[in-house]
């Protein structure tokens, strides 16, 4: 009786130091799941989402392990139909099992907020310009980069269409450029819906309000073309709601401000007000009714 309490025992041991290891591992893949790291915020979004992934999977392989081994070893003799031990409860075994998900709760609650407040994005009562430490630009910016003063951008979100202003050399794009280990601060508005603004490369996610200029700020990190979208459904043509984000070295991003400095203005192109005005020119009218979109707007560079 001693030697198999022993084993079982040792199979308990055993199988916990497996599960334990096999959920790290499954945490440590979550990295090669995700885009890119483009921005300094991303990091810690990833580190968050790695240890959410970690213990998920350590509950899920711990309780299927536990079922497997109970079908496995402790199932029925064959023809055997008679009831099993009457237990009234275990009144030591419900607090623990209650008492582990309350932990597990208050810990991933606890960590979430630390990463959120390091990123500036916990979402205050108030409508207030927010702001991101420079602490979150890990390693990968250097105490040069930092230094260096802070890009400015206007971001004007609009059925259906993004339109980027710089206001450096009095700029408008609809593309957004974005210098590399810069930081950067995007004057987020709506013209007249509740828009996303999201770029799944960066991890970063900020709803834009009507009538509230909201300060928004990031670190790009690694240079490259990037996807940004409506995050928040905003009517008909919301699927066209879309633009490139280009995460260029410092020098070519003054190159491209420099030479659409120089560009005369004209008319963006603009998906949803084409897609409309082919509908509306159309004898038989069909599909839902919609508000016009925004009239395409005067850019320096198109994109």
Known sequence: ????????????????????????????????????????????????????????????????????????????????????????????????????????????????????????????????????????????????????????????????????????RDVTSTELHLPSHRRVRLALQSQDVLHGFYIPAFRLKQDIIPNHALDFEFTPIRPGQYRLTDSQYSGTYFATMQANVVVESPEDYQQWLAQAATQKPSLANNQAASEYAQTSNQSVQTGWVTVPPAAPTLVNSPG
Do not use: C
């Open 1 to 168: 009786m001693k030697i198999e309490k022993i084993l079982n025992i040792l199979t308990l041991f055993t199988g916990a130091i497996a599960v334990t290891l096999s959920s790290l591992w499954i945490g440590k893949q979550v990295y090669s799941w995700l885009p890119p790291q483009a921005a300094a915020e991303s990091q810690l979004i990833d580190d968050l989402i790695s240890f959410l992934v970690t213990l998920g999977a350590f509950i899920f392989l711990g309780v299927t392990s536990t079922l497997m081994y109970s079908v496995i070893f402790h199932r029925a003799v064959k023809d055997d139909f008679t009831d099993g031990p009457p237990i009234e409860g275990n009144i030591t075994l419900e607090v623990v099992w209650t008492a582990i998900p309350i932990l597990l709760v208050f810990w991933i609650a606890g960590y979430s907020y630390q990463v959120y407040e390091q990123m500036g994005i916990q979402g205050p009562s108030e409508l207030v310009h927010l702001h991101n430490p420079l602490a979150v630009a890990a390693k990968d910016v250097s105490a040069k980069a930092l230094a260096q003063p802070v890009e400015k951008i206007d971001v004007l979100a609009k059925q259906w269409a993004w339109v980027f202003h710089y206001p450096e």
